[in-house]
């Protein structure tokens, strides 16, 4: 890979460790897949903020980076912690869980990483159509790709971090427009009857398509926060970047492998997702985090209903959304449910938090939950999980 | 020991050492599928599900899943829970970047069915090469 004479220097060393050890994660990224040079992003985001997920092995890393006076060269931003500081039934996680997790924010903030805190960065501050950037967020990758048509590779955490801190990527990857093109065709026969169907299919294609970009036919639909499920989806179960859902040229789709979608493999991944017969003990929504609109449905299903007692329910997003919404907030708190911030049901301490059977709309949740969480998952649309939050 | 096999991939990150082949044949997310406390495979429907990956060769076709796994490798290398070395047949840059911020010894573009479960081989991650032993238990 071709580096500028600055970039030479930083590689050498003379900045300093912290950015000597990132541009090294950057060029042996660039040498490995092929990239000529290293380009200018407009962001990067990056994952890896939870305590739960991260430990205390990865503190003493980010302590290394930031003691070393390193500042981000591009705006920045970051996924989800494990802790809303604003919300009491968080006081009864442990001392050293709260006080762990205040400080790798703390980290973060001290590089000077914007601490927003949440899986949806582009609700916040979209990017622009084209902008290269460098994200993790496995969600986030997809739905920038795909549905921003901004350029992100799939990073790794600690990549994402060294490209805030370089201001730059390497070149390779979903940056090369030859490589954004679809190498599989997806006709969707299956009928997508809500957000879970969505999500379902995309733990489906994840499966099958490894890092193959999918052109996906016949969804009934393109809402929003059905393509945002439905990509989440697929980059949990493979390692897909991007879904193309617009035509391509007819000569491109010829040449392609083709993989039909029936009810019967829809089905074969719900039932995949949901394994607990048990009555939840919390309702989640906002994985990925929620967006206004999604907030304002669930407001809507709400109103005028009660939460049970012996049922919690959760909904997810980020303070800035959160702070935008405070009429959907209303409603869902007077029905009895939580608007949390900064966190989600996968990368807080659910069993602490006396969480054993968790009921979601999230397909990427209900994947992850079993293993993650050790809680038992039942997937099931909005409506559906609201139904069961207010049965009485 | 009888060398039967050398298998020429990609050099990831350098560093040559021996021992067991662990492998699957189902992609791997560090984040939600190890146990980053024990270095055992959780998730369920897994084919190496309730297996350490601890000082093993971890040998399976390419990463998966959430990017947060990079930290989780790094984790499971500083608490001595991490494989000796990765063998992929596609590397991810997350698993990429783990390996390389873990200094776990790495090579892609390996044919990975012809590693049995079991096997010794010996890894050198600086020239992407591996080589498949048979005869005799890895010296752990």
Known sequence: ?????????????????????????????????????????ESAHISGVSYKTIG????????????????????????????????????????DIIEKQKRIINLYAKMGIKTSLTCTPYYIKAPRCGSHLSWAESSAVVYANSIIGAWTNREGGPSALASALIGKTPNYGMHKPENRRATALVKVEAELKDESDYGALGIYLGKILKDKIPLIQGLPSNEEGCLKQMGAAMATSGMVSMFHGKRNSIR????????????????????????????????????????????KQIAEAI????????????????????????????????????????????????????????????????????SLNGVKVVFSPIIECINVACQR | MVLTLTLKGRSIVPGRVRGTALVSTKPIS??????????????????????????????????????????????????????????????????????????????????????????VIEVDGGEGIVRVFRGEQACI
């Open chain 1, 252 to 295: 491109q789709v010829r040449e392609m492998e083709t993989i039909n979608i029936e009810d019967r493999d829809l089905r074969e991944a719900r039932e995949g997702l949901s394994i607990s017969p048990e009555k939840p003990d919390l309702i989640f929504f906002g994985c990925p985090h929620c967006s206004l609109n999604e907030l």
């Open chain 1, 303 to 370: 109103k005028g209903k009660k939460v049970r007692n012996d049922v919690k329910l959760w909904v997810c997003t980020s303070r800035f959304i959160r702070n935008k919404a405070k009429e959907y907030v209303d409603v869902i708190e007077s029905s009895g449910g939580q608007v949390i911030c900064d966190t989600c049901a996968v990368v807080t301490w659910l069993r602490d938090l006396n969480v054993k059977t968790l009921m979601t709309n999230s397909a990427k949740t209900a994947y992850y939950a079993p």
């Open chain 2, 30 to 119: 560090f984040l939600g599928g190890v146990d980053a406390n024990t270095g055992t495979i959780i998730e369920r429907d897994h084919d190496l599900y309730g297996k350490s990956i601890k000082n093993v060769i971890l040998c399976f076709p390419h990463g998966r899943g959430s990017t947060v796994g990079s930290f989780v490798l790094y984790r499971l290398a500083k608490s001595g829970l991490a494989p000796k070395a990765i063998i992929n047949s596609i590397a991810d840059p997350v698993v990429v970047v783990g390996a390389i911020i873990a200094n776990i010894p790495m090579v892609d573009k390996i044919d990975i069915e012809m590693i049995a479960n079991g096997n």
């Open chain 1, 56 to 95: 205390d092995a990865t503190i003493d890393f980010l302590e290394a980076l930031a003691g070393s006076d390193v500042r981000a060269s591009v705006t920045a931003t970051t996924n989800p912690a494990g802790i809303d500081y604003e919300n009491a039934i968080f006081t009864s996680l442990s001392g």
């Open chain 1, 1 to 41: 890979m071709h580096l500028t004479r600055e970039e030479e220097k930083i590689y050498d060393g003379e900045l300093g460790w912290a950015y000597q050890v990132s541009m090294r994660i950057l060029v042996k990224l660039g040498d490995l897949y092929g990239a000529d040079n290293l380009i200018p992003i």
